[in-house]
């Protein structure tokens, strides 16, 4: 997968959790959870779904390495490259 | 027509999920009902066959109207399909009104009087007969249509079509509950610092190896620390109705969800108290995600004998609730953060959050309400233990 298909991915996946935010809008260097309002039954349920798309673990242990969008995006792409 | 919730008057049947002649089972889901909370699944309590819909689709009706007649099994059969006898006559449904303008009754009070008994004044805006006319012609259903500030819905107010989000009506209900629960419930407050390093060390050891669908969140670690609590404090599960509480000897525990900008909902997660963590965490996930979508079930309405309200990791280090009548408690549990913390003597760091119990006066005190936080505290304890 190209990283832009990885994006692709990751975008459609936040904006099934995250309807109401306009991507436009978000800081991507910024904390993902703020600026997606999403808690932690959320986030879960993106870890859930990323794992299943890209057929990853994605531990709790990593959590601290998906904290942005950049963050997560590089995350998935050295993960599943 | 089911009341789920004491703000509830009226709703609308949006969906007929099986048809006359079937067979239903206790617990079987037949309608959708649409109320300002939104679309909840309707139940059937009994089994039996649904002989025949009393409300077409559409049709707004009040709390307590039949919405459809089951022949339950036993009673006496209606004719079989090959017996050419007529059917037994239907129940006769009043016949639509026609849109008539409303005679100006005495149900509708001049606007600028208080309305202390009415939650939802603003829904019986009086509309003018062009505008009933015009609603009725396509199919609007005047509750959705904003009415002036006068309280009037005029022809160009239909015209330009009912609010686009359930915002209003979702803020209307949430209003009318938490006005009627302070206005009734004399709220006492606690609160209660607990150290939650055994759930995160016991959530992290759990989740260590498993795949993101099995894995737990603090949130079911507190739902089985409140039921655990209620086994040995039962007077802060249950209702207050008509000036006696009632308990439950059930946990139906009412979890707050937040609904993205739409507001708030607390839908019951049932039984509790008997159910694994496992079990527990999937149903909250389930409950989650129907609630945001807006499909939650009648009784996961009516039917919770408490709330928890957790704030998450992005809150603040505590809340104070608002009871959800007729309920008479709500736990809250703040955010966790490191703090300094006092343990064999020493002063060390730890996740610690602040528990925070709002209770009825009229059913508990403040003694009992302490000893109950105390309870779910050490049931945090030994997270394993649940």
Redesign the interface.
Known sequence: MTQEEIETALIAELSRIAPDIDLEDVDRGHDLREEFDIDSIDFLNLVTALGKRFGLDMPEADYPQMDTFDHLHAYLVAKSG | MPSLGADMEAGTLVEQLISPGTEVHRGDIIAVVETQKGAIEIEVFEDGRLEDWLVNLGEKVPVGTPLAMIRAQGEPETPQPQDPVPKPPRPEAPPRPEPLPQPPGPELPPPDLPQPEQPFPELRARASPAARRLAAQSGIDLGRISARADGTIRYADVQAGPRQSGMPDMRRAIAAAMARSKREIPHYYLLHQSDLSAVEEFV?RT??DR???E?L???AIYLKAVAGALRKYPEFSGSYVDGAFIPSDAAHIGLAI?L??KGLVAPALFDVGTKDLDTLMSE??DL??RTRAGRFKARELSDATITLTSL???GVDGLYGVIYPPQTAIVGIGTPRPAPWVADGAVVARPVTTLTLAADHRVSDGHRGALFLRAIDTHLQTPEAL
Do not use: Y
């Open positions: 992290a989740n260590a795949a993101p669908e894995r969140s603090p949130a937040n993205r900008g909250m996930r989650i995600a998450g990791d992005r």
